[in-house]
């Protein structure tokens, strides 16, 4: 393969704030970047060096755009999987690997591959109809999730008993056990092609119950050392037994009883790694491109107590985004800002994240909840 600092053309599908922060960091490395979003407006557009507007789930549109670069990588994984294996049979790198995509946009298969490989996961079945899913012997209450296409909350409705059956999906979905957890933890692992691995050190999330996606992270988690090294051994072995190459995010619950329970994966840059871009000494957007590079992979340890708040849309808002508070925010030492540059909010929409760094873990947590309080996305 041509060097990733001289010829070599990256090609990245998906132009949101993953694929934005990707090529902040692609700049450091001098790689020339190429992306394809259907939104003329996405976020990406102004840093590459080339935008193509572009269905992602269209065949011939991702065909053309991948048979244009040396490298293909997604910022997102609802993209058409058939056009990058016949990419891949054609010669051009596609990481993460076609066939883990595939495995990863089936919430069904991802749950089946856990269980095949002794994964610890929450106990589930698949649902083909809505008589299946009366008929289910998972015991209420549980969580119905669309096997396709559920994202940030999206796709995800707690069956809580009989009553809530009338508005659950009729679409293929699986139903799992309720967990009743302590917390939401995060690792985010990374693979070469020549098989080194290293994890981030764990973190523990609080989602936001409206929006169902994470609000507030915190870097480096405080549980128990077994417990850290246990979730981090699970994403090691995740990320070996599918050989992946590049980033793979590995959400979890741990439970009342001090269990791990892997919840989803997603093969890429993810939100409970922001705060690595100041908190680590490598980001998570480094490392996947040293991964999909095949360079050596960075050091992940903590530089400092991080958390991330994400910006979200503020409820009853919708046009021109006003970031309300950002001058009050901007005067607290150890605060980074990160825009995501979409011009219009909306509610709960993902306008961009701040971390707040300090040695004294209480400090950067009372000012993180001064950023949540203080910040406000209106129009």
Same mark, same amino acid.
């Given at each position: 393969?041509? *060097?990733?600092?001289?010829?070599?053309?990256? @090609?990245?599908? @998906?132009?949101?704030?993953?694929?934005?922060?990707?090529?902040?960091?692609?700049?450091?490395?001098?790689?020339?970047?190429?992306?394809?979003?259907?939104?003329?407006?996405?976020?990406?557009?102004?840093?590459?060096?080339?935008?193509?507007?572009?269905?992602?789930?269209?065949?011939?549109?991702?065909?053309?755009?991948?048979?244009?670069?040396?490298?293909?990588?997604?910022?997102?994984?609802?993209?058409?999987?058939?056009?990058?294996?016949?990419?891949?049979?054609?010669?051009?790198?596609?990481?993460?690997?076609?066939? !883990?995509?595939?495995?990863?946009?089936?919430? +069904?298969?991802?749950?089946?591959?856990?269980?095949?490989?002794?994964?610890?996961? *929450?106990?589930?079945? !698949?649902?083909?109809?809505?008589?299946?899913?009366?008929?289910?012997?998972?015991?209420?209450?549980?969580?119905?999730?669309?096997?396709?296409? +559920?994202?940030?909350?999206?796709?995800?409705?707690?069956?809580?008993?009989?009553?809530?059956?009338?508005?659950?999906?009729?679409?293929?979905?699986?139903?799992?056990?309720?967990?009743?957890?302590?917390?939401?933890?995060?690792? !985010?692992? *990374?693979?070469?092609?020549?098989?080194?691995?290293?994890?981030?050190?764990?973190?523990?999330?609080?989602?936001?119950?409206?929006?169902?996606?994470?609000? /507030?992270?915190?870097?480096?988690?405080?549980?128990?050392?077994?417990?850290?090294?246990? %979730? $981090?051994?699970?994403?090691?072995?995740?990320?070996?037994?599918?050989?992946?190459?590049?980033?793979?995010?590995?959400?979890?619950?741990?439970?009342? =009883?001090?269990?791990?329970?892997?919840? $989803?994966?997603?093969?890429?840059?993810?939100?409970?790694?922001?705060?690595? !871009?100041?908190?680590?000494?490598?980001?998570?957007?480094?490392? =996947?491109?040293?991964?999909?590079?095949?360079?050596?992979?960075?050091?992940?340890?903590?530089?400092?107590? %991080?958390?991330?708040?994400?910006?979200? +849309?503020?409820?009853?808002?919708?046009?021109? *985004?006003?970031?309300?508070?950002?001058?009050?925010?901007?005067?607290?030492?150890?605060?980074?800002?990160?825009?995501?540059?979409?011009?219009?909010?909306?509610? /709960?929409?993902?306008? +961009?994240?701040?971390?707040?760094?300090?040695?004294?873990? $209480?400090? %950067?947590?009372?000012?993180?909840?001064?950023?949540?309080?203080?910040?406000?996305?209106?129009?």
């Amino acid at each position: 393969m041509k *060097a990733f600092y001289g010829d070599l053309r990256l @090609g990245i599908l @998906g132009g949101g704030q993953l694929g934005r922060m990707l090529i902040q960091q692609a700049i450091n490395y001098n790689v020339t970047v190429k992306v394809l979003d259907p939104d003329r407006e996405a976020p990406c557009r102004k840093l590459c060096n080339e935008f193509v507007i572009g269905s992602l789930s269209d065949y011939e549109t991702v065909y053309n755009f991948g048979k244009k670069v040396d490298l293909l990588t997604i910022e997102i994984e609802k993209v058409n999987v058939d056009a990058l294996e016949q990419l891949e049979k054609e010669g051009v790198a596609v990481y993460p690997q076609s066939r !883990i995509i595939r495995l990863i946009q089936d919430k +069904g298969l991802q749950k089946q591959f856990f269980k095949e490989n002794e994964i610890p996961t *929450a106990e589930f079945q !698949i649902i083909a109809s809505a008589q299946q899913l009366k008929e289910s012997h998972i015991p209420f209450p549980y969580i119905q999730k669309l096997r396709r296409d +559920g994202y940030d909350g999206k796709g995800v409705y707690k069956v809580l008993d009989e009553s809530y059956l009338a508005g659950a999906f009729t679409e293929p979905s699986l139903v799992e056990r309720m967990i009743d957890f302590e917390k939401e933890i995060g690792v !985010i692992v *990374a693979r070469n092609e020549s098989g080194e691995v290293k994890t981030f050190p764990l973190v523990e999330m609080e989602f936001n119950p409206e929006a169902n996606l994470v609000e /507030f992270l915190i870097s480096p988690s405080t549980l128990p050392f077994e417990v850290q090294q246990e %979730a $981090e051994s699970i994403a090691k072995k995740i990320a070996e037994t599918l050989n992946i190459v590049g980033l793979l995010a590995v959400e979890m619950f741990l439970d009342k =009883h001090g269990k791990i329970l892997v919840n $989803e994966l997603a093969p890429r840059p993810h939100n409970s790694g922001h705060q690595s !871009i100041e908190g680590n000494v490598v980001s998570q957007f480094e490392q =996947h491109l040293r991964a999909i590079f095949n360079q050596p992979l960075g050091d992940t340890a903590c530089l400092s107590n %991080a958390i991330m708040v994400n910006v979200l +849309g503020e409820a009853g808002y919708e046009g021109p *985004a006003v970031y309300q508070g950002i001058e009050k925010i901007l005067k607290c030492p150890g605060v980074y800002v990160h825009l995501y540059g979409k011009a219009l909010t909306k509610p /709960f929409r993902k306008m +961009g994240h701040v971390t707040i760094i300090d040695n004294d873990r $209480e400090k %950067a947590i009372e000012k993180a909840r001064f950023v949540q309080e203080t910040l406000k996305v209106i129009a």
